[in-house]
Protein backbone atom coordinates (compact mmCIF):
# COMPACT_ATOMS: atom_id res chain seq x y z
CA UNK A 1 0.00 0.00 0.00
CA UNK A 2 0.81 3.50 -0.47
CA UNK A 3 1.04 5.73 2.11
CA UNK A 4 -0.53 5.09 6.22
CA UNK A 5 -3.98 4.97 4.96
CA UNK A 6 -6.26 3.72 2.03
CA UNK A 7 -8.32 6.60 0.72
CA UNK A 8 -11.92 5.96 -0.65
CA UNK A 9 -14.33 8.83 -2.25
CA UNK A 10 -17.46 8.52 -0.84
CA UNK A 11 -19.53 11.26 -2.04
CA UNK A 12 -19.57 13.42 -5.11
CA UNK A 13 -21.47 16.52 -6.59
CA UNK A 14 -21.89 18.69 -9.58
CA UNK A 15 -23.70 22.09 -10.46
CA UNK A 16 -25.18 22.95 -13.86
CA UNK A 17 -22.33 23.80 -15.95
CA UNK A 18 -23.49 26.66 -18.11
CA UNK A 19 -22.01 29.88 -19.86
CA UNK A 20 -23.31 32.46 -17.38
CA UNK A 21 -24.77 31.27 -14.06
CA UNK A 22 -26.03 33.92 -11.31
CA UNK A 23 -24.05 32.24 -8.44
CA UNK A 24 -21.53 33.31 -6.98
CA UNK A 25 -17.96 31.14 -7.50
CA UNK A 26 -18.62 30.83 -3.48
CA UNK A 27 -22.00 29.74 -4.07
CA UNK A 28 -21.70 27.12 -6.86
CA UNK A 29 -19.18 25.82 -4.73
CA UNK A 30 -21.20 25.83 -1.10
CA UNK A 31 -23.82 23.88 -3.89
CA UNK A 32 -21.15 21.18 -4.94
CA UNK A 33 -20.15 20.57 -1.69
CA UNK A 34 -23.27 19.97 -0.23
CA UNK A 35 -24.35 17.81 -2.62
CA UNK A 36 -21.30 15.53 -2.71
CA UNK A 37 -21.56 15.55 1.53
CA UNK A 38 -25.24 14.54 1.27
CA UNK A 39 -24.08 11.54 -0.70
CA UNK A 40 -21.58 10.52 1.93
CA UNK A 41 -24.10 10.54 4.41
CA UNK A 42 -22.12 13.21 6.78
CA UNK A 43 -22.65 16.66 7.91
CA UNK A 44 -19.99 19.91 7.27
CA UNK A 45 -18.47 18.76 11.25
CA UNK A 46 -17.17 15.58 9.87
CA UNK A 47 -14.64 17.42 7.41
CA UNK A 48 -11.46 17.64 9.09
CA UNK A 49 -9.51 19.36 6.18
CA UNK A 50 -10.48 21.41 2.72
CA UNK A 51 -8.64 21.70 -0.07
CA UNK A 52 -10.21 23.80 -3.18
CA UNK A 53 -8.80 23.90 -7.03
CA UNK A 54 -9.08 26.88 -8.62
CA UNK A 55 -7.64 27.82 -11.80
CA UNK A 56 -6.56 31.09 -13.20
CA UNK A 57 -7.70 33.94 -10.34
CA UNK A 58 -8.07 36.31 -13.75
CA UNK A 59 -11.34 34.57 -14.45
CA UNK A 60 -13.18 34.84 -11.35
CA UNK A 61 -10.89 38.45 -11.22
CA UNK A 62 -10.63 38.13 -7.85
CA UNK A 63 -7.07 37.84 -6.63
CA UNK A 64 -6.46 34.89 -3.75
CA UNK A 65 -9.41 33.45 -4.85
CA UNK A 66 -8.60 30.42 -2.56
CA UNK A 67 -9.08 32.66 0.35
CA UNK A 68 -11.94 34.38 -1.14
CA UNK A 69 -14.05 30.39 -2.19
CA UNK A 70 -13.16 29.16 1.49
CA UNK A 71 -16.63 29.76 3.26
CA UNK A 72 -18.18 28.62 0.14
CA UNK A 73 -15.91 25.38 0.09
CA UNK A 74 -16.51 24.39 4.25
CA UNK A 75 -12.68 25.31 5.24
CA UNK A 76 -14.25 27.81 7.74
CA UNK A 77 -11.66 27.48 10.96
CA UNK A 78 -10.14 24.20 9.39
CA UNK A 79 -6.87 23.00 7.89
CA UNK A 80 -7.00 24.54 4.27
CA UNK A 81 -5.39 24.91 0.68
CA UNK A 82 -5.71 26.03 -2.60
CA UNK A 83 -3.97 23.83 -5.55
CA UNK A 84 -3.48 25.30 -9.27
CA UNK A 85 -2.18 23.90 -11.66
CA UNK A 86 -4.28 24.94 -14.64
CA UNK A 87 -6.33 23.09 -16.89
CA UNK A 88 -4.78 19.80 -14.79
CA UNK A 89 -6.29 21.71 -11.17
CA UNK A 90 -9.57 19.56 -11.55
CA UNK A 91 -7.84 16.32 -11.09
CA UNK A 92 -4.72 16.83 -8.74
CA UNK A 93 -6.71 18.36 -6.51
CA UNK A 94 -8.10 15.11 -5.42
CA UNK A 95 -4.93 14.12 -5.72
CA UNK A 96 -3.85 16.70 -2.87
CA UNK A 97 -6.88 15.70 -1.00
CA UNK A 98 -5.79 11.63 -1.28
CA UNK A 99 -2.03 12.67 0.20
CA UNK A 100 -4.37 14.69 3.39
CA UNK A 101 -5.68 11.51 4.60
CA UNK A 102 -3.03 8.74 2.43
CA UNK A 103 -0.41 10.13 5.13
CA UNK A 104 -3.07 9.77 8.08
CA UNK A 105 -2.90 13.09 9.14
CA UNK A 106 -6.64 13.68 8.33
CA UNK A 107 -9.25 11.29 8.22
CA UNK A 108 -11.79 13.23 5.98
CA UNK A 109 -11.13 15.35 3.46
CA UNK A 110 -13.72 17.59 1.20
CA UNK A 111 -12.06 18.68 -2.39
CA UNK A 112 -14.24 21.41 -3.90
CA UNK A 113 -13.01 22.77 -7.45
CA UNK A 114 -14.76 26.01 -8.32
CA UNK A 115 -14.37 28.05 -12.01
CA UNK A 116 -16.72 31.19 -12.60
CA UNK A 117 -15.36 32.48 -16.27
CA UNK A 118 -18.37 34.76 -17.31
CA UNK A 119 -16.87 37.44 -14.85
CA UNK A 120 -14.76 37.82 -17.42
CA UNK A 121 -15.13 40.19 -19.96
CA UNK A 122 -15.65 40.32 -22.85
CA UNK A 123 -14.46 36.92 -23.24
CA UNK A 124 -12.35 34.83 -20.67
CA UNK A 125 -10.21 33.96 -23.68
CA UNK A 126 -9.07 37.37 -22.81
CA UNK A 127 -7.40 36.27 -19.55
CA UNK A 128 -4.99 34.12 -21.43
CA UNK A 129 -2.93 36.50 -23.61
CA UNK A 130 -0.92 36.97 -19.62
CA UNK A 131 -0.24 33.17 -19.74
CA UNK A 132 2.75 33.82 -22.46
CA UNK A 133 6.15 34.71 -22.31
CA UNK A 134 6.08 38.32 -21.97
CA UNK A 135 9.65 38.38 -23.98
CA UNK A 136 9.13 36.14 -27.07
CA UNK A 137 5.65 35.33 -26.93
CA UNK A 138 3.51 37.78 -26.37
CA UNK A 139 4.96 40.58 -28.97
CA UNK A 140 3.59 38.18 -31.60
CA UNK A 141 -0.25 38.08 -30.25
CA UNK A 142 -0.34 34.63 -29.19
CA UNK A 143 -3.18 33.39 -28.32
CA UNK A 144 -4.66 30.53 -27.15
CA UNK A 145 -6.55 29.20 -29.91
CA UNK A 146 -4.10 28.90 -31.82
CA UNK A 147 -1.06 27.39 -30.12
CA UNK A 148 -3.90 24.35 -29.59
CA UNK A 149 -3.90 24.82 -33.50
CA UNK A 150 -0.42 24.23 -33.82
CA UNK A 151 -0.39 21.01 -31.77
CA UNK A 152 -3.47 19.61 -33.39
CA UNK A 153 -2.07 20.39 -36.60
CA UNK A 154 1.54 18.27 -35.89
CA UNK A 155 -0.58 15.75 -34.52
CA UNK A 156 -2.78 15.21 -38.20
CA UNK A 157 0.69 15.51 -39.75
CA UNK A 158 2.46 13.22 -37.66
CA UNK A 159 -0.36 10.26 -38.10
CA UNK A 160 -2.17 11.31 -40.96
CA UNK A 161 -4.88 11.50 -39.18
CA UNK A 162 -8.29 13.47 -41.15
CA UNK A 163 -10.35 15.87 -39.53
CA UNK A 164 -13.57 13.97 -39.89
CA UNK A 165 -11.28 11.32 -37.50
CA UNK A 166 -11.19 14.11 -35.25
CA UNK A 167 -14.75 15.41 -35.33
CA UNK A 168 -16.12 12.21 -34.69
CA UNK A 169 -15.11 12.87 -31.15
CA UNK A 170 -17.34 16.11 -30.47
CA UNK A 171 -19.91 14.20 -31.92
CA UNK A 172 -19.95 11.33 -29.83
CA UNK A 173 -19.23 13.88 -26.47
CA UNK A 174 -22.17 16.08 -27.37
CA UNK A 175 -24.36 13.13 -27.74
CA UNK A 176 -23.41 11.51 -24.20
CA UNK A 177 -24.20 14.78 -23.21
CA UNK A 178 -27.53 14.69 -23.77
CA UNK A 179 -28.29 11.89 -20.86
CA UNK A 180 -26.46 14.61 -18.20
CA UNK A 181 -28.18 17.23 -16.57
CA UNK A 182 -25.77 19.24 -15.93
CA UNK A 183 -24.98 19.66 -19.57
CA UNK A 184 -24.47 22.81 -21.37
CA UNK A 185 -23.75 22.29 -25.01
CA UNK A 186 -25.62 18.53 -25.12
CA UNK A 187 -26.90 18.29 -29.03
CA UNK A 188 -27.12 15.78 -31.73
CA UNK A 189 -24.62 16.87 -34.37
CA UNK A 190 -22.72 15.82 -37.07
CA UNK A 191 -19.39 15.03 -38.89
CA UNK A 192 -20.49 18.03 -41.38
CA UNK A 193 -21.59 20.23 -38.74
CA UNK A 194 -18.09 20.23 -36.96
CA UNK A 195 -16.63 20.45 -40.38
CA UNK A 196 -18.77 23.69 -41.69
CA UNK A 197 -18.44 25.28 -38.61
CA UNK A 198 -16.85 28.07 -37.98
CA UNK A 199 -12.70 28.52 -38.53
CA UNK A 200 -10.69 29.86 -35.66
CA UNK A 201 -8.01 28.95 -36.35
CA UNK A 202 -6.80 26.24 -38.66
CA UNK A 203 -7.46 23.41 -38.28
CA UNK A 204 -9.76 24.32 -35.05
CA UNK A 205 -12.59 25.13 -36.05
CA UNK A 206 -15.97 26.33 -33.67
CA UNK A 207 -17.23 22.90 -32.99
CA UNK A 208 -13.75 21.02 -32.06
CA UNK A 209 -13.56 23.44 -29.01
CA UNK A 210 -15.46 23.13 -25.96
CA UNK A 211 -17.59 26.27 -23.95
CA UNK A 212 -16.58 28.75 -21.17
CA UNK A 213 -18.97 27.70 -18.41
CA UNK A 214 -19.66 28.36 -14.82
CA UNK A 215 -19.72 25.65 -12.54
CA UNK A 216 -18.51 23.67 -9.41
CA UNK A 217 -17.90 20.28 -8.62
CA UNK A 218 -16.72 18.41 -5.02
CA UNK A 219 -15.88 14.64 -3.61
CA UNK A 220 -15.52 14.08 -0.01
CA UNK A 221 -12.39 11.68 0.51
CA UNK A 222 -12.07 9.12 3.61
CA UNK A 223 -9.64 6.99 5.08
CA UNK A 224 -10.46 3.21 5.41
CA UNK A 225 -11.50 3.42 8.67
CA UNK A 226 -14.38 6.03 8.14
CA UNK A 227 -15.15 4.28 4.79
CA UNK A 228 -16.08 1.36 6.44
CA UNK A 229 -18.45 3.56 8.42
CA UNK A 230 -20.54 5.36 6.58
CA UNK A 231 -20.60 3.35 3.04
CA UNK A 232 -20.56 -0.27 1.53
CA UNK A 233 -19.61 1.49 -1.64
CA UNK A 234 -16.63 2.96 -1.70
CA UNK A 235 -14.61 4.02 -4.68
CA UNK A 236 -10.64 3.68 -3.74
CA UNK A 237 -8.42 5.84 -4.87
CA UNK A 238 -5.75 3.20 -6.58
CA UNK A 239 -3.33 5.18 -8.21
CA UNK A 240 -2.62 9.00 -8.73
CA UNK A 241 0.12 10.34 -11.08
CA UNK A 242 1.41 13.52 -11.94
CA UNK A 243 4.12 15.40 -14.48
CA UNK A 244 5.50 18.21 -16.12
CA UNK A 245 7.01 18.96 -19.32
CA UNK A 246 9.44 21.68 -20.22
CA UNK A 247 8.42 25.14 -19.61
CA UNK A 248 9.16 25.81 -23.33
CA UNK A 249 6.26 24.85 -25.41
CA UNK A 250 8.59 24.87 -28.63
CA UNK A 251 10.81 22.37 -27.18
CA UNK A 252 8.07 19.53 -26.80
CA UNK A 253 7.38 16.85 -29.31
CA UNK A 254 3.71 18.21 -30.13
CA UNK A 255 2.61 15.20 -31.64
CA UNK A 256 2.52 13.37 -28.38
CA UNK A 257 2.17 14.52 -24.74
CA UNK A 258 4.72 12.22 -22.72
CA UNK A 259 3.91 14.24 -19.69
CA UNK A 260 0.60 12.19 -19.60
CA UNK A 261 2.07 9.50 -20.10
CA UNK A 262 4.60 9.82 -17.11
CA UNK A 263 1.77 10.87 -15.14
CA UNK A 264 -0.37 7.79 -16.34
CA UNK A 265 2.54 5.41 -15.31
CA UNK A 266 3.02 6.43 -12.70
CA UNK A 267 -0.55 6.14 -11.13
CA UNK A 268 -0.76 2.72 -12.77
CA UNK A 269 1.96 1.47 -11.44
CA UNK A 270 0.75 2.51 -8.38
CA UNK A 271 -2.34 0.90 -8.77
CA UNK A 272 -0.73 -2.16 -10.36
CA UNK A 273 -2.22 -2.01 -13.55
CA UNK A 274 0.22 -3.23 -16.45
CA UNK A 275 -2.37 -3.39 -19.48
CA UNK A 276 -4.45 -0.19 -19.61
CA UNK A 277 -6.33 -0.48 -22.62
CA UNK A 278 -7.33 -3.82 -20.67
CA UNK A 279 -7.50 -2.96 -17.20
CA UNK A 280 -9.40 0.16 -17.33
CA UNK A 281 -13.52 -0.36 -17.88
CA UNK A 282 -14.26 3.28 -18.23
CA UNK A 283 -12.14 6.27 -19.17
CA UNK A 284 -12.38 10.45 -18.66
CA UNK A 285 -9.46 11.71 -20.43
CA UNK A 286 -9.84 15.79 -20.68
CA UNK A 287 -11.48 16.96 -23.78
CA UNK A 288 -11.16 20.45 -24.37
CA UNK A 289 -10.52 20.06 -27.68
CA UNK A 290 -11.98 16.97 -29.85
CA UNK A 291 -8.11 15.93 -30.71
CA UNK A 292 -7.23 16.03 -27.10
CA UNK A 293 -9.31 13.22 -25.90
CA UNK A 294 -7.38 11.50 -28.90
CA UNK A 295 -4.08 13.09 -27.83
CA UNK A 296 -4.78 12.25 -24.06
CA UNK A 297 -5.77 8.37 -24.59
CA UNK A 298 -2.65 7.84 -26.52
CA UNK A 299 -1.15 9.06 -23.90
CA UNK A 300 -2.88 7.39 -21.49
CA UNK A 301 -1.65 4.04 -22.54
CA UNK A 302 -5.17 2.53 -23.86
CA UNK A 303 -3.93 2.70 -27.29
CA UNK A 304 -1.09 2.96 -29.18
CA UNK A 305 0.40 6.20 -30.58
CA UNK A 306 -1.86 7.14 -33.97
CA UNK A 307 -4.38 4.86 -32.93
CA UNK A 308 -6.88 6.48 -31.02
CA UNK A 309 -8.92 8.36 -34.04
CA UNK A 310 -9.18 4.51 -35.34
CA UNK A 311 -11.18 3.50 -31.72
CA UNK A 312 -13.00 6.24 -32.22
CA UNK A 313 -14.13 5.33 -35.82
CA UNK A 314 -14.75 1.84 -34.86
CA UNK A 315 -17.23 3.11 -32.13
CA UNK A 316 -14.63 1.30 -29.56
CA UNK A 317 -14.83 4.24 -26.79
CA UNK A 318 -18.68 4.95 -27.22
CA UNK A 319 -20.34 4.10 -24.31
CA UNK A 320 -21.33 0.71 -24.69
CA UNK A 321 -18.08 0.27 -27.11
CA UNK A 322 -15.39 -1.78 -25.29
CA UNK A 323 -13.73 1.20 -23.80
CA UNK A 324 -16.04 3.87 -23.02
CA UNK A 325 -14.57 7.13 -23.16
CA UNK A 326 -16.14 10.16 -21.28
CA UNK A 327 -19.46 8.41 -21.19
CA UNK A 328 -20.43 11.63 -19.33
CA UNK A 329 -19.86 13.87 -22.04
CA UNK A 330 -17.18 15.43 -21.57
CA UNK A 331 -16.05 19.07 -21.97
CA UNK A 332 -17.04 19.19 -25.26
CA UNK A 333 -20.49 18.23 -23.95
CA UNK A 334 -21.36 19.28 -20.16
CA UNK A 335 -18.53 22.43 -20.35
CA UNK A 336 -15.66 23.63 -19.46
CA UNK A 337 -15.49 25.47 -16.09
CA UNK A 338 -11.79 24.68 -16.05
CA UNK A 339 -11.06 22.89 -12.71
CA UNK A 340 -14.58 21.65 -12.04
CA UNK A 341 -14.59 20.19 -15.49
CA UNK A 342 -11.65 18.15 -14.55
CA UNK A 343 -13.32 17.01 -11.00
CA UNK A 344 -16.76 16.37 -12.96
CA UNK A 345 -14.89 13.95 -14.87
CA UNK A 346 -13.85 11.92 -11.56
CA UNK A 347 -17.58 12.33 -10.16
CA UNK A 348 -18.37 10.44 -13.28
CA UNK A 349 -15.98 7.78 -13.14
CA UNK A 350 -16.99 7.66 -8.78
CA UNK A 351 -21.20 7.45 -10.34
CA UNK A 352 -20.26 5.09 -13.16
CA UNK A 353 -18.40 2.55 -10.80
CA UNK A 354 -20.58 2.55 -8.29
CA UNK A 355 -23.32 2.07 -10.71
CA UNK A 356 -24.97 5.26 -10.07
CA UNK A 357 -24.82 7.51 -13.69
CA UNK A 358 -27.86 6.50 -15.07
CA UNK A 359 -28.82 6.52 -18.59
CA UNK A 360 -25.42 7.14 -18.73
CA UNK A 361 -24.40 4.01 -17.19
CA UNK A 362 -21.83 2.10 -19.71
CA UNK A 363 -22.50 -1.40 -19.43
CA UNK A 364 -21.04 -4.44 -17.80
CA UNK A 365 -19.89 -3.56 -14.38
CA UNK A 366 -16.81 -1.80 -14.65
CA UNK A 367 -14.45 -1.65 -11.90
CA UNK A 368 -11.85 0.06 -12.58
CA UNK A 369 -11.99 4.01 -14.29
CA UNK A 370 -9.37 6.52 -14.61
CA UNK A 371 -9.70 10.32 -15.38
CA UNK A 372 -7.29 12.76 -16.09
CA UNK A 373 -6.84 16.52 -16.83
CA UNK A 374 -4.13 18.80 -18.81
CA UNK A 375 -3.42 22.01 -18.74
CA UNK A 376 -1.02 24.66 -17.58
CA UNK A 377 0.84 25.46 -21.14
CA UNK A 378 0.12 22.49 -22.39
CA UNK A 379 2.32 20.73 -20.12
CA UNK A 380 1.10 19.52 -17.22
CA UNK A 381 -0.67 16.45 -16.58
CA UNK A 382 -2.51 15.07 -13.67
CA UNK A 383 -4.16 10.86 -13.54
CA UNK A 384 -6.22 9.32 -11.12
CA UNK A 385 -7.05 6.22 -11.23
CA UNK A 386 -10.43 4.90 -8.82
CA UNK A 387 -11.73 1.15 -8.46
CA UNK A 388 -14.22 -0.17 -6.75
CA UNK B 1 16.12 48.86 1.34
CA UNK B 2 14.68 52.26 1.98
CA UNK B 3 11.28 53.23 2.64
CA UNK B 4 9.26 56.14 1.31
CA UNK B 5 8.98 58.48 4.43
CA UNK B 6 5.72 60.40 3.94
CA UNK B 7 4.41 62.98 6.84
CA UNK B 8 2.28 64.83 4.54
CA UNK B 9 -0.36 62.50 3.73
CA UNK B 10 -1.30 64.74 0.92
CA UNK B 11 2.06 64.27 -0.84
CA UNK B 12 1.29 60.29 -1.35
CA UNK B 13 0.88 59.19 -4.84
CA UNK B 14 -2.13 58.49 -5.75
CA UNK B 15 -4.64 57.98 -8.11
CA UNK B 16 -8.22 59.40 -8.48
CA UNK B 17 -10.27 57.76 -10.63
CA UNK B 18 -9.59 54.71 -12.93
CA UNK B 19 -5.84 53.49 -11.83
CA UNK B 20 -4.39 51.32 -14.47
CA UNK B 21 -1.87 48.31 -13.75
CA UNK B 22 0.43 47.31 -16.15
CA UNK B 23 3.83 45.36 -16.10
CA UNK B 24 7.49 45.92 -17.08
CA UNK B 25 9.22 42.95 -17.88
CA UNK B 26 12.77 42.69 -17.46
CA UNK B 27 14.10 40.83 -20.71
CA UNK B 28 16.57 38.21 -18.92
CA UNK B 29 20.19 38.02 -18.84
CA UNK B 30 19.64 35.45 -21.81
CA UNK B 31 17.27 37.15 -22.99
CA UNK B 32 18.74 40.54 -23.07
CA UNK B 33 21.57 38.98 -25.27
CA UNK B 34 19.43 36.91 -27.78
CA UNK B 35 17.54 40.38 -29.12
CA UNK B 36 20.60 41.77 -28.56
CA UNK B 37 22.08 39.72 -31.59
CA UNK B 38 19.29 39.93 -33.34
CA UNK B 39 19.22 43.80 -33.23
CA UNK B 40 22.56 44.48 -33.88
CA UNK B 41 23.97 41.15 -35.98
CA UNK B 42 20.96 39.75 -37.18
CA UNK B 43 21.65 36.79 -36.30
CA UNK B 44 19.64 33.84 -34.37
CA UNK B 45 21.71 32.25 -31.37
CA UNK B 46 21.23 29.30 -29.57
CA UNK B 47 22.76 28.41 -26.14
CA UNK B 48 24.70 25.28 -26.23
CA UNK B 49 25.11 22.79 -23.01
CA UNK B 50 28.65 20.92 -23.23
CA UNK B 51 26.82 18.27 -21.13
CA UNK B 52 23.84 17.11 -22.53
CA UNK B 53 25.26 18.55 -25.93
CA UNK B 54 21.87 20.25 -26.70
CA UNK B 55 21.66 23.47 -28.09
CA UNK B 56 18.52 25.71 -26.92
CA UNK B 57 16.64 27.69 -29.03
CA UNK B 58 15.67 30.64 -27.81
CA UNK B 59 18.46 30.36 -25.51
CA UNK B 60 18.54 30.16 -22.17
CA UNK B 61 20.84 30.96 -18.59
CA UNK B 62 20.99 27.34 -17.54
CA UNK B 63 19.82 24.06 -18.56
CA UNK B 64 16.54 22.77 -17.94
CA UNK B 65 17.98 19.03 -17.93
CA UNK B 66 20.78 18.97 -16.33
CA UNK B 67 21.26 22.88 -14.18
CA UNK B 68 24.49 23.18 -16.28
CA UNK B 69 24.98 26.93 -16.46
CA UNK B 70 25.46 27.80 -20.63
CA UNK B 71 28.25 29.82 -21.45
CA UNK B 72 28.75 28.92 -25.35
CA UNK B 73 26.06 30.43 -27.57
CA UNK B 74 26.34 29.63 -31.31
CA UNK B 75 24.59 30.98 -34.67
CA UNK B 76 22.28 28.59 -35.50
CA UNK B 77 21.41 30.51 -38.92
CA UNK B 78 18.54 32.69 -39.93
CA UNK B 79 16.95 29.64 -42.06
CA UNK B 80 14.49 27.15 -40.67
CA UNK B 81 11.63 24.81 -41.13
CA UNK B 82 8.17 24.95 -39.90
CA UNK B 83 7.70 22.10 -37.86
CA UNK B 84 3.95 23.17 -37.27
CA UNK B 85 1.26 25.96 -38.71
CA UNK B 86 -1.88 27.49 -38.05
CA UNK B 87 -4.12 30.16 -40.06
CA UNK B 88 -5.54 32.32 -38.03
CA UNK B 89 -8.95 33.92 -39.03
CA UNK B 90 -10.44 35.66 -35.82
CA UNK B 91 -8.82 37.84 -33.36
CA UNK B 92 -8.15 37.62 -29.12
CA UNK B 93 -11.33 39.13 -29.17
CA UNK B 94 -13.24 36.68 -31.79
CA UNK B 95 -13.39 39.53 -34.61
CA UNK B 96 -13.21 38.47 -37.91
CA UNK B 97 -9.26 39.78 -39.35
CA UNK B 98 -9.07 41.46 -42.53
CA UNK B 99 -6.84 38.73 -44.03
CA UNK B 100 -5.83 35.17 -42.35
CA UNK B 101 -2.35 35.27 -40.94
CA UNK B 102 0.14 32.64 -40.74
CA UNK B 103 1.63 31.62 -37.49
CA UNK B 104 3.90 29.22 -37.34
CA UNK B 105 6.47 27.25 -35.59
CA UNK B 106 10.31 27.30 -36.83
CA UNK B 107 12.97 25.10 -36.10
CA UNK B 108 16.59 25.53 -36.97
CA UNK B 109 18.64 22.78 -37.86
CA UNK B 110 20.87 21.18 -35.43
CA UNK B 111 18.82 23.02 -32.45
CA UNK B 112 16.50 22.05 -29.42
CA UNK B 113 13.07 23.87 -29.69
CA UNK B 114 12.64 26.55 -32.13
CA UNK B 115 10.65 30.15 -32.66
CA UNK B 116 7.08 30.93 -32.94
CA UNK B 117 6.36 33.95 -35.25
CA UNK B 118 4.23 35.19 -38.64
CA UNK B 119 4.63 33.43 -42.05
CA UNK B 120 4.75 36.40 -44.65
CA UNK B 121 5.28 36.57 -48.56
CA UNK B 122 3.56 33.50 -49.26
CA UNK B 123 0.07 31.99 -48.83
CA UNK B 124 1.02 28.44 -49.60
CA UNK B 125 2.23 26.82 -46.19
CA UNK B 126 2.77 23.28 -45.38
CA UNK B 127 4.80 21.26 -42.51
CA UNK B 128 8.63 20.71 -43.69
CA UNK B 129 8.54 24.29 -45.48
CA UNK B 130 11.97 25.99 -45.60
CA UNK B 131 11.73 29.57 -44.28
CA UNK B 132 14.27 32.32 -43.57
CA UNK B 133 13.75 34.86 -41.27
CA UNK B 134 12.97 38.51 -42.67
CA UNK B 135 14.76 41.48 -40.47
CA UNK B 136 13.38 44.90 -40.40
CA UNK B 137 16.07 47.56 -41.09
CA UNK B 138 19.07 48.30 -38.81
CA UNK B 139 17.55 51.34 -37.64
CA UNK B 140 13.91 50.44 -36.93
CA UNK B 141 14.93 47.05 -34.56
CA UNK B 142 14.64 47.58 -30.48
CA UNK B 143 15.82 44.90 -29.56
CA UNK B 144 12.41 42.84 -29.72
CA UNK B 145 10.91 39.45 -31.00
CA UNK B 146 9.29 42.03 -33.65
CA UNK B 147 12.69 43.13 -34.98
CA UNK B 148 12.10 39.50 -37.32
CA UNK B 149 9.18 41.20 -39.54
CA UNK B 150 8.52 37.65 -40.57
CA UNK B 151 9.89 34.71 -41.83
CA UNK B 152 9.26 33.97 -45.90
CA UNK B 153 10.16 30.84 -48.43
CA UNK B 154 13.52 30.13 -48.26
CA UNK B 155 14.85 30.80 -51.50
CA UNK B 156 16.86 27.49 -52.91
ZN1 LIG C 1 22.40 19.95 -19.86
Known sequence: ?388 | MSLEKINNPLNARHWIGHMETDYRYTLGVAGERFLKEIKENARIMGAKCPKCSVVFVPPRLYCEKCFTKLEEWVDVGKRGEIYTYTITTIDVDGKKLEKPQIYALIKFEGAHGGLIHRIGETEKVYIGMKVEAVFKPPNERKASINDIAYFKPAER
Open chain 1, 1 to 388: MFGKKRVAIVGAGVTLFRRNLKETGKELAYHAAKMALEQAGMELHDIQSVVVGSAPDAFDGVHMKGEYLADGAGAYHKPYMRVFVGGATGVFAPLAGWWHVASGKFDTCLVVCEEKMSSCYPHPQYAFTTIFDPILERPIGMNLIWIFALEMNRYMHKHNIKKEDIALVSVKNKRNALDNPIAQLAANITVEDVLNSEIMAWPVQRLDVSPTSDGAAAVVLVSEDVAKEVTDNPVWIDGVGWCIDSTHWTNRDLYYPDYVEYAARMAYKMAGIKNPPKEIDVAEPYDPFDYKELHHMEGLLLCKKGEAPKLTREGVTQRDGDLPVCPSGGLLGVGNPISAAGLMKVCEIFWQLRGEAGKRQVPGDPRTGVAQAWGDLMQYSSVIVLRR
